[in-house]
């Protein structure tokens, strides 16, 4: 992907959550379901890619980093989905994350409820950005399967760090939401067009 492309997909994937809270009434916590789903897809296009170089390299090491990273690459994605929602305890204390989560499900756009939609879209959507960034381009030749989950690794450290940025400050000040939603945003933005591909 170019850079150019790049970055008209971070304005847009930036630009969606925008008009959610402004015109659509979605709260901090229905925008990190969008980015939970999406991170749960990358974890799962992370080990199709390693089955792919694997069957492709036939390396004894690949398969050996491949159980090992994809584990570690777990423990820290589950771990950072908790810390988050620890977060938000503090930054919206009145939070029921079961009817927060039924209404992310059942949110209605257009007679639709988007909820049901959405999931298998993001999932859709990563498989196609895997199948035109990754199989098309034949990076399972060349590719190092240490290389292929370190990137994967440091993203979701990266977002364990922003996590715990924000569960210090939700400590010591009470921030609007916007502010970590715009956080969020930003992070997120800056991180894709740093390490995106």
Same mark, same amino acid.
């Given at each position: 992907m170019s850079t150019k492309q790049r970055f008209i997909q971070v304005i847009l994937e930036g630009f969606i959550p925008l008009l959610g809270f402004f015109f659509w009434n979605w709260s901090l916590y229905f925008i990190l379901l969008f980015y939970f789903i999406d991170m749960i897809a990358n974890e799962g296009i992370m080990h199709l890619k390693s089955k792919k170089t694997q069957s492709f390299q036939q390396k004894?090491?690949?398969?050996?980093?491949?159980?090992?990273?994809?584990?570690?690459?777990?423990?820290? #994605?589950?771990?950072? @989905?908790v810390l988050i929602h620890f977060s938000m305890f503090f930054i919206v204390p009145e939070i029921k994350f079961y009817q927060e989560f039924l209404a992310f499900l059942n949110y209605e756009e257009m007679?639709?409820? =988007?909820?049901? *939609?959405? @999931?298998?879209?993001?999932?859709?959507?990563?498989? =196609?950005q895997y199948k035109m960034t990754f199989l098309m381009r034949a990076k399972f030749r060349t590719t190092e399967m240490t290389q292929l989950w370190k990137t994967h690794i440091q993203a979701i450290i990266a977002i364990i760090a922003f996590g715990g940025l924000c569960l210090g400050i939700a400590?010591? *000040?009470?921030?609007?939401?916007?502010?970590?939603?715009?956080?969020?945003? #930003?992070?997120?933005s800056l991180y894709r067009l740093r390490f995106g591909e």
């Open positions: 004894a090491k690949n398969k050996q980093n491949w159980i090992k990273k994809g584990v570690i690459s777990s423990v820290l #994605l589950i771990f950072s @989905i007679g639709i409820k =988007q909820g049901y *939609i959405l @999931i298998p879209l993001v999932v859709l959507l990563s498989y =196609q400590q010591l *000040i009470l921030l609007p939401e916007l502010v970590y939603v715009l956080g969020i945003i #930003l992070f997120s």
